[in-house]
């Protein structure tokens, strides 16, 4: 079973408000990402929110997503990580995580991700633009112990560098896997 776990608990302090409902090609932002997931057939799709973030919520509709708060949304990308991590199913084998303001994500650049986790040796498939590592990460579920215990500070990059025999590099031309909406600026560039 393969899991996702997009982080849509930001505060957005940079774009100045709530980036994630902001309009990309006629969809918001994180229904773009969440679209992107669900078509590249995870098994279940877990979306960290900030408490009482109704509008979010609003947004996905009836799609099959599980909602999951994290009561910290002013801690670090490893505390909406963790609360993903926590609501995981005992049967899940394999975690996909990216942020919720990459829009430019696909299923078919997520799909064949997903399968080659599953047939590499490694255990943590990383995506790699032009030698620049990206999201999403793809990592077997038997780490995910460590994460909860470990890398205060680092985050998932604390575990690529804990295991680095283990990460398996995805090379692409598909400059999505470095694209994230932080500023007004990159809102433009991700419009264009």
């Not at 025999?165 to 600026?185: F, K, M, S």
Request: charged share 20%.
């Amino acid at each position: 079973m393969i899991c996702a776990i997009v982080l849509a608990a930001g505060r957005s302090q940079r774009m100045g408000t709530q980036k994630l409902l902001l309009p990309i090609a006629g969809s918001p932002m994180i229904a773009r990402v969440v679209d992107a997931f669900l078509g590249a057939g995870v098994d279940h799709l877990f979306l960290i929110v900030r408490p009482q973030d109704r509008l979010l919520r609003e947004t996905l509709g009836e799609r099959p997503i599980v909602c999951v708060e994290n009561p910290d949304p002013n801690g670090d990308m490893l505390s909406s990580v963790r609360c993903g991590l926590r609501s995981l199913p005992p049967s899940t084998e394999w975690i996909a995580i990216a942020p919720g303001d990459q829009p430019a994500l696909t299923a078919d650049l997520i799909s064949p991700m997903l399968r080659a986790c599953q047939t590499v040796a490694g255990q943590i498939l990383v995506p790699v633009h032009r030698g620049h590592r990206g999201h999403p990460v793809i990592f077997s579920a038997r780490y995910r112990d460590e994460l909860l215990a470990s890398f205060d500070g680092v985050g998932l990059r604390g575990l690529l560098m804990a295991h680095p025999t283990e990460v398996v590099e995805y090379h692409t031309e598909n400059a999505a896997v470095l694209q994230d909406v932080d500023t007004p600026a990159d809102y433009d560039s991700a419009r264009e």
